[in-house]
């Protein structure tokens, strides 16, 4: 105001004056017209005040005939009573104006003030012109107000005024950290806190519009400190883009589509400008203190942005964002995220592929919900049946790793896309699998046939052997890896899919199975080395590398892989006697994941919870968990074993051995009739140390070295042990889980570096 209070000074000396204040939007030009406009009219001028509007620019002298018709409000005589559009000579009408202005100003001062010239339409920048050249020794002040975005508008104006004497340049700059500080003071009671000066700086940028904002929605907040920008913040960023250039709006816009993927040729492709336009643009929304160096300055800035476009163009926008961005190489998530906002249905195959992709990019860093979302999407998008099936496939997968009885609700009509040819094999597996978790055999069993032989493997093979009940004919050739029969241990149900082939790797590599777990890797091998490490004792290592996985996010954010690694941990600290924290680690799992979407394996968890109430005495929750449903489907899987272990257990802690005595006969029958070797369930009187790998021969069954110095390895001692006590290849493939073929390698080996030709032979070398 010190320019301001000179000029007007002189102005009553008869010195007239311009001053052209220019600054972004929301850096406080009005209100200074308007400061200055007051204390002019304290003093005893004349003040006139008009605005420009964008609108009326194709109006012509629209601004000069709302000036003058106000001073001729207030008494001055009208110069051109024909009106502006007479037909008379421009500079004849002009010097009526000026002897008007000089006559009704008679030695008073007067203020003349034009917001928004950068608006006013072309014939009126043409007076204005005249004027200004005019007031030198009238004691008029002129105030011209104009937005930097709009420089380029009112660049002639500037060029014939700037260089006259009596013309000043006056530009506004945002608030330094010291006056937002002393903007905070009234509203937040005496000295404001310095994080809360910092975080008005940073979001507002100094910009006068948009700190008042922020500090009205600050001030409605219960705590001032932990307030976030809110709906005053929103509408004078919307205001912003509303009094800056179009071409500024449309890139703010883009900007904020976009996100980080922001570059100056895509915000140039999505807006329909130029990079030169660009970069100006930018440069005006950092200077409006809408962008900072690095993007929006707040994330609600962002979001107020996309609000104001309208509803008909955010869909198109979208659309348009997820082709530049596909072409542009950038990756699948952010193409996605664009292709589930726009939601247009596009039918183009590259956006199924997409949408699919994302979802594992999603899955692999634990962003389950991200990764549903986006199959969805690719369910709806595609364009024939076979692409639809197998989006379905992935949806169904996503969805069970978040809730298996959400997953559930497809099942259906992945049989039927299984059944009309639609699914390849390891699809159908993914179908299969999901039915055996809910205990339906027949269909899982159904589904299975429609496989070709050549896909299985002996992962499917084990996954269908542990699952279903073993003594019924299958009907399936003998030759076919589904014939293979025995459990597949632990490590099978927690696969959540049929994809691990259990090859008889020994305890020793479970360490480098665990070491190579990154982000996007298959969860079984994982699962299969802690199962490893339990079953040989290993509890304090199954526990670390547990406590390890569990805080992976990619683990820890996908309810099903947490509810996985939290089970084997709760089965090592029983095993290890810390029953207390076992019983809390699985109450926790069934928080996560309730019992009835456990399906047949929840034999399992609540074997630990029941076992570990009983060892601590606690028989209120013991009984809870017995009272829990489970599907007597479970009852035709080894998962029976331990809950009815665990039934005994608590039975004989009641006093009542005779139904303890029921339940473990129970338990030894199922045993008995799978083959499994009762010590892969049971913890022997020597303790865990002792359980062997489940399927594995114990370590002293494994045979010498031979006599000649060939080293076999451990998958070939045991393959060897078992063939020369008389099994057969299917009974060896059995009792070891691989397949067949696999056998048959192992023994070819083993017959080379042996040098024999039999069975007979391996007997030599004590096998």
Not at 278 to 295: A, Q, S, T
Request: hydrophobic share 45%; glycine share 8%; net charge negative.
């Amino acid at each position: 105001m010190l320019l301001f209070d000179q000029v007007h000074e002189a102005s009553t000396r008869g010195s007239g004056a311009v001053l052209l204040v220019s600054g972004p939007v929301g850096t406080g030009k009005t209100a200074l017209l308007q400061a200055m406009s007051a204390r002019a009219a304290r003093e005893g001028s004349w003040c006139f005040e008009v605005t420009g509007s964008a609108r009326e620019r194709e109006l012509p002298y629209g601004v000069v005939d709302r000036l003058i018709q106000s001073m001729c409000g207030a008494g001055m005589a009208d110069p051109f009573p024909g009106g502006l559009d007479s037909g008379e000579d421009f500079f004849v009408l002009m010097d009526r104006v000026a002897a008007a202005v000089r006559d009704f100003a008679c030695g008073r001062t007067l203020l003349i003030g034009i917001d928004d010239v950068h608006f006013a339409d072309e014939q009126s920048l043409r007076c204005l012109s005249f004027l200004i050249r005019r007031v030198e020794s009238s004691g008029v002040v002129m105030v011209l107000n104009e937005s930097t975005s709009y420089e380029r508008d009112t660049a002639d104006l500037r060029a014939e005024m700037l260089h006259l004497p009596f013309c000043r340049r006056l530009r506004l700059t945002p608030l330094t950290r010291a006056d937002i500080a002393e903007q905070l003071r009234e509203p937040f009671g005496g000295v404001p806190d310095r994080a809360l000066v910092q975080f008005c700086a940073e979001v507002s940028g100094g910009i006068p519009l948009l700190l008042f904002a922020l500090i009205d929605d600050l001030s409605a907040a219960s705590d001032p400190a932990t307030g976030e920008p809110g709906v005053n913040f929103r509408h004078a960023v919307l205001r912003s883009l509303h009094r800056c250039a179009p071409s500024t709006a449309k890139i703010g816009e883009a900007i904020a589509v976009l996100g980080d993927h922001a570059t100056p040729e895509l915000v140039a492709e999505l807006s329909g400008l130029d990079v030169a336009q660009v970069d100006e643009g930018i440069r005006d929304l950092r200077e409006m203190g809408v962008l900072g160096w690095d993007g929006f300055r707040h994330p609600r800035t962002r979001a107020a942005v996309l609000s104001g476009i309208p509803f008909p163009e955010r869909p198109v926008m979208h659309s348009r964002a997820a082709e530049l961005l596909h072409g542009s190489g950038a990756s699948a998530s952010a193409v996605a995220e664009h292709l589930i906002t726009a939601q247009d249905g596009g039918k183009a195959p590259w956006r199924v592929a997409i949408l699919c992709e994302a979802a594992r990019e999603a899955m692999a860093a634990g962003d389950v919900d991200s990764a549903v979302s986006s199959l969805r999407h690719a369910v709806s998008a595609s364009s024939g049946e076979d692409q639809r099936a197998r989006a379905g496939v992935l949806l169904a997968d996503a969805q069970w790793h978040a809730d298996p009885s959400r997953a559930a609700r497809r099942l259906h009509e992945l049989g039927q896309d299984a059944r009309a040819g639609l699914l390849a094999g390891p699809d159908v597996l993914t179908a299969v699998n999901q039915l055996l978790w809910w205990g339906e055999f027949d269909e899982a069993e159904e589904l299975m046939r429609l496989t070709d032989p050549g896909e299985g493997d002996s992962g499917a093979a084990h996954l269908w052997s542990f699952f279903r009940r073993t003594g019924d004919e299958t009907g399936l050739p003998a030759d076919s890896p589904l014939a293979l029969s025995g459990p597949l241990a632990a490590a099978a149900y927690l696969s959540a899919a049929a994809s691990l082939a259990v090859d008889g790797a020994p305890s020793d590599r479970a360490d480098q199975m665990l070491v190579g777990m990154r982000a996007g890797t298959p969860l079984t091998p994982a699962l299969y080395a802690l199962v490893v490490l339990v079953q040989t004792g290993r509890l304090a290592e199954a526990i670390a590398w547990c406590d390890r996985l569990l805080k992976e996010e990619w683990i820890n954010r996908v309810p099903m892989r947490r509810v996985m690694i939290a089970t084997i941990e709760a089965v090592a600290m029983l095993r290890a006697g810390d029953s207390a924290t076992a019983l809390s680690s699985i109450r926790e799992v069934f928080d996560t994941v309730p019992p009835p979407v456990w399906g047949v394996v929840v034999g399992l968890p609540l074997s630990v919870a029941v076992r570990a109430s009983t060892d601590l005495g606690d028989n209120d929750s013991a009984r809870s968990y017995l009272a829990v449903p489970v599907p007597p489907a479970m009852f035709d899987t080894p998962f029976a074993l331990p809950y009815l272990l665990a039934l005994g257990q608590y039975h004989l802690a009641m006093g009542h051995p005779e139904s303890a005595a029921t339940y473990t006969r129970s338990c030894l029958d199922l045993i008995a009739r799978w083959g499994v070797d009762a010590a892969c369930i049971v913890d022997g009187p020597a303790g865990p140390e002792t359980d062997p790998v489940p399927g594995f021969p114990p370590a002293e069954a494994l045979p010498p070295a031979p006599e000649d110095g060939a080293k076999l390895t451990d998958a070939e001692h045991r393959v060897a042990t078992l063939a020369a006590a008389g099994k057969t290849n299917r009974q060896i493939a059995e009792r070891l889980f691989v397949t067949v073929s696999t056998v048959e390698q192992h023994l070819t080996k083993v017959y080379r570096k042996l040098n024999v030709r039999s069975r007979a032979g391996l007997q030599r070398y004590g096998c």
